[in-house]
């Protein structure tokens, strides 16, 4: 087995941890009043892969040793989560797979969570942007201007 096999199992193995749901440890409420949608979780991958869940993490342990913790992201929309929340345990996203909207919702979600690889794969997610949607981009220029 060569490197790019090993890492794609080890994807595989976290995303399996990810639809496990006997072993997790946090909650996450996405949505707002209209659609709110409960995730599961688990406390050391989120601490690890993103900066503002850290923060709420290590806040949160202070006051609930031993305890299910529960987080409320009502700015996120549940499919977008969903996106993110596989990314944050596979460390990988197929942009082929969403449409130009989604992704840019990505990338803002992924940006107030804190996911610095997410980040740092802006540049490439811009370019293949650039490529592979210029006129839709240009016809929603105020979205993504937001």
Same mark, same amino acid.
Request: charged share 25%; glycine share 4%; aromatic share 12%.
């Given at each position: 087995?060569?490197?790019?096999? %090993?890492?794609?199992? =080890? @994807?595989?193995?976290?995303?399996? !941890? #990810?639809?496990?749901?006997?072993?997790?440890?946090? &909650?996450? +409420?996405?949505?707002?009043?209209?659609?709110?949608?409960?995730?599961?979780?688990?406390?050391?991958?989120?601490?690890?892969?993103?900066?503002?869940?850290?923060?709420?993490?290590?806040?949160?342990?202070?006051?609930?040793?031993?305890?299910?913790?529960?987080?409320? %992201?009502?700015?996120? =929309? @549940?499919?977008?989560?969903?996106? !993110? #929340?596989?990314?944050?345990?596979?460390?990988?996203? &197929?942009? +082929?797979?969403?449409?130009?909207?989604?992704?840019?919702?990505?990338?803002?979600?992924?940006?107030?969570?804190?996911?610095?690889?997410?980040?740092?794969?802006?540049?490439?997610?811009?370019?293949?942007?650039?490529?592979?949607?210029?006129?839709?981009?240009?016809?929603?220029?105020?979205?993504?201007?937001?």
């Amino acid at each position: 087995m060569d490197d790019k096999e %090993l890492l794609l199992k =080890l @994807s595989q193995s976290l995303l399996e !941890i #990810l639809n496990d749901d006997e072993y997790y440890d946090v &909650t996450i +409420e996405v949505g707002n009043d209209s659609y709110i949608k409960i995730f599961r979780a688990h406390m050391v991958i989120l601490h690890y892969r993103s900066t503002y869940l850290r923060r709420i993490l290590s806040t949160n342990k202070r006051k609930n040793e031993g305890t299910l913790f529960h987080i409320k %992201l009502q700015n996120i =929309l @549940s499919e977008i989560f969903q996106i !993110i #929340l596989r990314y944050i345990y596979s460390g990988r996203i &197929t942009l +082929e797979e969403y449409d130009t909207s989604d992704i840019i919702k990505v990338l803002v979600a992924g940006s107030e969570l804190g996911l610095q690889e997410l980040i740092t794969y802006f540049s490439y997610i811009q370019s293949f942007l650039i490529k592979t949607k210029a006129n839709w981009m240009e016809q929603n220029f105020n979205l993504i201007y937001q």
